[in-house]
């Protein structure tokens, strides 16, 4: 009976080799990669023809007696937004937001992640996780008007201060408060990144270090960060990616004069339908972004990040 | 040749038929619900009320308001227009000045053979466009509402009373200068006739205005801001005070020496319908402007409607933000729509250029 249902498997097997050499022939083994690509391609390829169509609405200056982009091709839409100082004011208070929100989650995420892995206590354990995941089932909105209702003037925290005989303060609606949004929100983002970089990094790695007379100070400076450096590049090019083009927080907690680059894009393309300006300012947001992002792959080496071939 | 009782039944039946086809197929000819693009809170709740629901009753179509801002849906109609795809909505409760950057790009349908135009206020119709690609339904007036318990000595006089470092950070104004841009001239030196041409007065009263740190938002922000005791003077339309006084929040409002902007808003159906849907559309709009609706509508909102005679809710006899006589239209800034269109952008990126500093 055994070697009956042996025999049925070979078969199976056998039939599902035969099947497979029909559907996908010899001659097209070599393509087989290509095949297991061709969705990331696509995808890919459709967001390529996206930013194509956004280049071409980019050179296309707005018409205002008929509201239509005219059908000359121009660079107007370019130097309109470069010319205005409040282009690049709102650029500079987004890249220097991302770099610090980008700092501040790493020292937060590191050490909660290294807890995270390294803790004994399955107990701990769970609770790292349930706190780490919940924040990922309530959205950026919802999160940030619960930063209103805790930071406001009537808040819970100037409630808290009332209450022990201090004068209410003025937290929100303010740069740092935007700030703190966003470390926030990106946290989660940041542990989930660092995480696996930290669990590859064996706890006998660090063992052998402070036996060979390492204090621990040193066994991370030395041992942990170099190795732990693949998730760190990683979640520092999410996060600073991530803030870099957030809108919800800044509007919300901003209180209207703290704008992001993202604020400027909607507002030229709803607040004033100028869709060719509001192409320009995203053509120039992605142009920033890419570079600092390929600049920090060069500087860092896409090795670190574990990919082949990349530099040591 | 003779007739069964069979045949004299069916033949009954057949004529029955015939004639009860007209209504059958009038019954098909009626969409299954109208949609219109609305603003929520108090301004949703008057169209449901004073539109909506009694046009429902009257012809048996439901109606379900939209509430995507005025903003977003305005690309998304361009676009289905543009493509021949049915728009998204049937009817856009909107801006006059939206409105006509809609015409202006000739995506709005003609309702010049509307029965209820007749007879209304000149303000309704709009102005520098042909015929009637949109209709102007009320006027609305851009207050100086406040706080009573921050302004003791009664209602602020002047709206230069934005620039007291004792209401630093206490200030609001919408997020785009929209209802404020020509009083900002006048509150800074300037006169009316400075605009377009001269808004240099009204940009040095936004960069001291800055220095007191306002706030910057849209209808929803300054009632909770109000409620929440985070503002005490706003520049907002009287709607919002109104609805946010009848909640039981402690406000008040006032038309200040250098006086208010008012303006207008309007309702205009978007080309690309189905016959049968474009029809109704164009009949939610004549409804809307009919006595019935006008008085229940604006009378819900607090705003003086398009259609003339129609006395102003009890709370509101007198009061300079509903403006009735012409003394009280002296206070007031009006704007014609094409300089508003013309200039807008480029007063949004001044605007912008000043407070996002």
């Known amino acids: 009976m055994a070697g009956a249902v042996q025999k049925a498997r070979w078969a199976l097997l056998d039939a599902v080799e035969m099947l497979a050499r029909i559907v996908w022939p010899a001659p097209l083994r070599g393509a087989l990669g290509w095949a297991f690509l061709a969705p990331a391609l696509i995808l890919v390829g459709i967001l390529v023809i996206g930013l194509g169509q956004m280049l071409e609405t980019s050179l296309h200056e707005l018409n205002l007696a008929t509201y239509r982009l005219g059908d000359a091709y121009t660079l107007a839409n370019y130097a309109t937004a470069l010319e205005r100082p409040v282009t690049w004011r709102v650029l500079a208070r987004t890249l220097g937001g991302a770099g610090i929100v980008t700092l501040v989650t790493l020292l937060l995420a590191f050490p909660y992640a290294y807890l995270l892995v390294r803790t004994g206590s399955a107990w701990a354990r769970k609770f790292l996780l349930v706190a780490l995941f919940l924040p990922f089932f309530i959205g950026q909105v919802v999160r940030a008007y619960g930063w209103l209702i805790i930071l406001g003037r009537e808040g819970l925290l100037n409630s808290a201060l009332k209450a022990v005989g201090l004068p209410a303060q003025d937290f929100l609606f303010a740069y740092p408060t935007v700030l703190f949004g966003l470390v926030q929100y990106m946290l989660p983002f940041a542990v989930l990144l660092i995480i696996p970089a930290l669990s590859a990094i064996g706890e006998e790695v660090e063992l052998a270090s402070e036996s060979l007379g390492a204090r621990w100070p040193s066994t991370f400076r030395h041992v942990v960060l170099p190795m732990a450096a693949p998730g760190l590049i990683g979640a520092s090019v999410v996060v600073f990616t991530l803030t870099l083009t957030d809108f919800a927080m800044p509007e919300i907690l901003g209180g209207g004069t703290q704008d992001f680059f993202a604020s400027a894009i909607y507002d030229s393309f709803f607040q004033i339908s100028n869709a060719g300006l509001g192409a320009a300012l995203s053509i120039l947001l992605t142009l920033i972004g890419s570079v600092i992002v390929a600049a920090v792959f060069m500087m860092a080496g896409t090795g670190t990040l574990g990919f082949r071939g990349g530099r040591r | ?357």
């Open chain 2, 1 to 357: 040749m003779t007739f069964s009782r069979r045949t004299a039944l069916k033949g009954g039946a057949a004529l029955g038929a015939t004639l009860a086809m007209p209504s059958i197929l009038r019954a098909q000819d009626k969409p299954s619900e109208l949609i219109v693009r609305a603003w929520g809170g108090a301004w949703g709740d008057a169209l449901k009320s004073g539109v909506a629901d009694p046009f429902t009753e009257k012809t048996g179509i439901p109606v379900r308001l939209d509430f995507t801002e005025d903003n977003e849906i305005k690309p998304k109609i361009w676009a289905a227009v543009d493509q021949g795809r049915v728009p998204p909505i049937h009817v856009n409760w909107d801006t006059t000045t939206n409105a006509t950057i809609s015409a202006l790009r000739g995506v709005t349908v003609d309702l010049s053979d509307l029965p209820n135009l007749e007879g209304l206020l000149p303000s309704a119709k709009p102005v520098g466009l042909e015929g009637w690609p949109l209709v102007n339904t009320y006027a609305y007036v851009y207050v100086c509402a406040y706080r009573p318990e921050a302004f003791p000595d009664g209602a602020p006089e002047s709206w230069t009373v934005m620039l007291d470092p004792k209401f630093k950070g206490r200030v609001a104004l919408y997020d785009d200068g929209i209802g404020f841009n020509p009083i900002a001239v006048i509150a800074g030196g300037g006169t009316f006739e400075d605009i377009p041409d001269n808004m240099e007065p009204g940009y040095e009263f936004y960069r001291k205005l800055k220095a007191n740190e306002p706030l910057l938002g849209e209808d929803p922000d300054f009632t909770s801001w109000f409620q929440n005791s985070e503002i005490d003077l706003a520049c907002t339309i009287s709607v919002n005070a109104r609805a946010a006084k009848q909640s039981g929040i402690d406000v008040a409002w006032t038309v200040p020496k250098e006086g208010c902007k008012v303006d207008t808003d309007g309702l205009w159906v978007p080309k690309g319908l189905p016959a049968n849907e474009e029809q109704a559309a164009k009949d939610f709009v004549n409804f809307a402007l009919s006595e019935e609706a006008q008085k229940a509508w604006c009378g819900a909102l607090g705003l003086p409607p398009v259609r003339p005679g129609i006395e102003p809710p009890a709370d509101l006899v007198g009061d300079p933000s509903y403006p009735t006589r012409p003394e009280d239209f002296e206070k007031l800034v009006s704007v014609p729509s094409p300089v508003l269109v013309e200039n807008q952008p480029i007063w949004f990126a001044k605007f912008n250029e000043i407070f996002q500093g």
